[in-house]
């Protein structure tokens, strides 16, 4: 069974930082690209970001440019989301989500086939 | 990057049929075939109901089918179930692995 358990959400001052952390389980994490999707309370979805297999490839919404880092380790399973300089607009529960099967050992994504439950940051003073 | 146009609600009577539109630019919807659809209960992650296009995952039931002309894509819901009140969100590729969603759709079943 596919599993995506995030986690490292909080509530955390304008200008701050955080470091959210997917666990991945039940595939082979290492085949595919991994994407962060995120919604602010009683918005809409919006994509934030996107890494390669290798980590080498990366993609972000513009919003997050310059302040959103993704990464993963294949070894430990795990991607990650590095959140700097937060501003209120950035709250929201962030998903981490996997592409179809048919994208394995691919550069596709196409669609977010599999989704975690979300982690929570809220940005207030 | 702005996100895709839908329309911020939809109703139907059960049995009814309903669409929901979707629409972009040729920098997105128009300029590929990956439009995705994902059905999103309160409180719960999205759950992808059709994605490029007009392809259904496993699981997934015949009710809901899509289509593309254009700038526009659409969802179609069939025979309209209590179960299928929820949120709705069209997405597109948006080149160099680049993504965006539209604004939502709340569905009600009347």
């Known amino acids: 069974e596919v599993l995506l358990v995030e986690s490292g959400g909080g509530l955390v001052q304008p200008g701050g930082s955080l470091r959210l952390s997917c666990a991945a389980s039940?595939?082979?994490?290492?085949?595919?690209?991994m994407s962060w999707v995120r919604q602010a309370p009683g918005g809409g979805l919006e994509w934030v970001a996107d890494?390669?297999?290798?980590?080498?490839?990366?993609s972000y919404v513009d919003s997050v440019k310059g302040r959103f880092t993704i990464s993963r380790d294949n070894a430990k399973n795990s991607l990650y989301l590095q959140v700097n300089s937060l501003r209120a607009d950035d709250t929201a529960v962030y998903y981490c989500?996997?592409?179809?099967?048919?994208?394995?050992?691919?550069?596709?994504?196409?669609?977010?086939?599999?989704w975690g439950q979300g982690t929570m940051i809220t940005v207030s003073s | 990057q702005s996100a895709l146009t839908q329309p911020a609600s939809v109703s139907g009577s059960p049995g009814q049929s309903i669409t929901i539109s979707c629409t972009g630019t040729s920098s997105n919807v128009g300029g590929y075939n990956l439009v995705s659809w994902y059905q999103q209960h309160p409180g719960k992650a999205p759950r992808l109901i059709i994605y490029?296009?007009?392809e259904r995952p496993s699981g997934v039931g015949d009710r809901f089918s899509g289509s593309q002309s254009g700038n526009t894509a659409s969802l179609t819901i069939a025979g309209l179930q209590a179960e299928d009140e929820a949120a709705y969100y069209c997405c597109s590729y948006g080149g160099g692995w680049t993504y965006v969603f539209g604004t939502g759709t709340d569905v009600t079943v009347l």
């Open positions: 490029k296009v007009n």
């Open positions: 989500a996997r592409p179809p099967e048919y994208c394995r050992d691919t550069g596709c994504i196409d669609s977010f086939d599999f």
């Open positions: 039940g595939f082979s994490f290492s085949s595919y690209w």
């Open positions: 890494i390669s297999q290798d980590g080498r490839g990366k």
